[in-house]
């Protein structure tokens, strides 16, 4: 196994110094050309040693390692993610249906190619079947993203076209009305669904079926078309787009790959921070300077993290929880839970920056989300992953998409294949 030396940072601590990203100055200067623009697409060159894998790499989850390229989007520290190249933060007013033709074609829509995705995604919304039966059946006590994962391969077995990004496409167009119907017939109010309008938007579509008297349709609108936008995509190694193209690598289905990138996504270290960051806000319960400083101490002191704080990847505030306050400033600033996130985003940094292990003591993106969909009369956090998960269905299918369609001259990526180390285990023979 080849071995290097590595350049430790003396400040890291000694479970900090097995990951790679912190141990192996290659990979610092990978993401650097990386980032401007030296590696990726037509100019890397096949030989250019990217990476070398010592020891130290196994067994961490592959943080850090390359093993492909993405079309779609890149994370930067300083600026978050960025589509086809556009920083988010430019992004956050478009609309979802010109996102997802972002993500499809990589090129920005003009105003014809806007009205084109949004008749395109209209002529495929309809559900090919009678979904609403299935979802009556599930445990109405089972998860959300448990679902949505079900929902999604029900939507499979009703129609599966083989064309990849045929699937996708329908299976965009297709999630408002299944996101509808779980929140519906899993909150219990199977009556009087109203019928769907396929010439609405995507969002206004998931509203209609909601139907929620109360609640205020435009603010609603704002906040999950901005929500959409925001998670539609997060480079190709985060763990939901991982799985989902590792899945469709064996040409297993389109949704086959999406519900398994959704159980990836329903995970606490994954996709459901987002659901307990809300319940962390709601449990902090004060929007007092001193009282929320001493409730962030207690927390550390009780060792439970700082939810809505810090990141992988990112090293200043999350531009997805930027947009996000700015939102709430415009819509909702005297909501009790916007004004608890606001003294959080004041007091959490500068409590966090006092432990130097801590990368970024800034917000992240899941901080605000929460408050506002909140505020918005979504008002159980148990549904917030589904969200995500809807949000990501156009990154991962696009992702898909170009993995199966696009890359090696079209002919696809080969199934996944890493390579694993056998240990512990010497040759024996049953006696
Ligand atoms: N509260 C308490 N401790 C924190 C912390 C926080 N907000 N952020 C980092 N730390 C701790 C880590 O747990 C780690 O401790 P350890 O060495 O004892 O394991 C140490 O500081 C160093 O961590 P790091 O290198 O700065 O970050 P990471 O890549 O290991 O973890 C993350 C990133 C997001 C998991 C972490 O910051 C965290 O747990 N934040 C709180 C939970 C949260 O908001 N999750 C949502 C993530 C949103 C997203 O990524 N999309």
């Known amino acids: 196994m080849a071995c290097m030396e590595s350049k430790l940072d003396s400040k890291t601590s000694p479970k900090r110094r097995n990951r790679p990203e912190y141990t192996d100055y290659r990979?610092?200067?990978?993401?650097?050309?990386?980032?401007?623009?030296?590696?990726?697409?037509?100019?890397?060159?096949?030989?250019e040693v990217l990476f070398e894998v010592t020891e130290n790499h196994l067994n961490t989850g592959l943080r850090g390692i390359p093993v492909g390229t993405c079309r779609t989007s890149f994370v930067t520290p300083s600026e978050g993610v960025h589509y086809c190249g556009y920083p988010i933060s430019e992004l956050a007013a478009f609309e979802p249906e010109d996102i997802v033709y972002l993500l499809f074609n990589k090129e920005l829509p003009n105003a014809e190619q806007s009205a084109a995705i949004r008749q395109d995604l209209a002529s495929r919304a309809a559900v090919p079947g009678d979904l609403e039966s299935v979802l009556k059946t599930l445990p109405k006590f089972?998860?959300?993203?448990?679902?949505?994962?079900?929902?999604?391969?029900?939507?499979?077995?009703?129609?599966?076209?083989?064309?990849?990004?045929?699937?996708?496409?329908?299976?965009?167009?297709?999630?408002?009305?299944?996101?509808?119907?779980?929140?519906?017939?899993?909150?219990?109010?199977?009556?009087?669904?109203?019928?769907?309008?396929?010439?609405?938007?995507?969002v206004e579509r998931f509203i209609r079926c909601l139907d929620l008297h109360d609640a205020n349709t435009e603010k609603m609108k704002r906040i999950i078309s901005t929500y959409l936008v925001l998670h539609m995509d997060h480079g190709g190694g985060n763990l939901s787009t991982f799985a989902g193209k590792a899945i469709a690598s064996s040409k297993a289905t389109v949704y086959s790959a999406m519900a398994g990138a959704m159980n990836a996504l329903s995970g606490p270290l994954h996709g459901r921070a987002n659901q307990s960051c809300l319940e962390f806000v709601l449990k902090v319960g004060t929007s007092d300077p001193a009282e929320v400083e001493a409730f962030v101490r207690a927390e550390l002191a009780a060792n439970r993290p700082i939810?809505?704080?810090?990141?992988?990847?990112?090293?200043?505030?999350?531009?997805?929880?930027?947009?996000?306050?700015?939102?709430?400033?415009?819509?909702?600033?005297?909501?009790?839970?916007f004004k608890?996130?606001?003294?959080?985003?004041?007091?959490?940094?500068?409590?966090?920056?006092?432990?130097?292990?801590?990368s970024n003591p800034n917000a992240n993106v899941d901080i605000a989300s929460g408050a506002l969909l909140h505020h918005a009369g979504l008002t159980d956090?148990?549904?917030?992953?589904?969200?995500?998960?809807?949000?990501?269905?156009?990154?991962?299918?696009?992702?898909?998409?170009?993995?199966?369609?696009?890359?090696?001259?079209?002919?696809?990526?080969?199934?996944?294949?890493?390579?694993?180390?056998?240990?512990?285990?010497?040759?024996?023979h049953v006696e």
Not at 177 to 197: A, C, H, K, Q, V
Not at 340 to 358: C, G
Not at 384 to 391: I, L
Not at 397 to 412: M, N, S, Y
């Open 381 to 428: 956090p148990t549904y917030y992953t589904t969200f995500f998960g809807w949000a990501r269905v156009a990154g991962i299918g696009a992702q898909i998409v170009d993995e199966r369609t696009v890359f090696r001259g079209g002919k696809g990526l080969p199934i996944y294949r890493p390579k694993y180390i056998a240990e512990g285990q010497n040759l024996r």
């Open 142 to 202: 089972g998860h959300p993203m448990d679902w949505l994962s079900v929902g999604i391969h029900t939507l499979g077995m009703m129609e599966t076209t083989n064309n990849w990004k045929d699937d996708a496409l329908n299976l965009i167009a297709r999630m408002p009305r299944l996101m509808g119907l779980i929140f519906r017939i899993r909150e219990g109010r199977e009556e009087n669904i109203p019928s769907d309008d396929t010439s609405l938007s995507m």
């Open 307 to 337: 939810f809505g704080f810090g990141h992988a990847v990112l090293r200043s505030e999350d531009p997805r929880a930027t947009v996000q306050f700015e939102l709430g400033s415009q819509i909702c600033p005297e909501d009790e839970n």
């Open 340 to 358: 608890i996130i606001t003294t959080l985003r004041e007091v959490a940094p500068r409590v966090l920056s006092e432990n130097p292990k801590i």
């Open 27 to 47: 990979r610092a200067a990978f993401i650097r050309k990386m980032y401007v623009g030296e590696i990726g697409g037509d100019s890397m060159t096949k030989n």
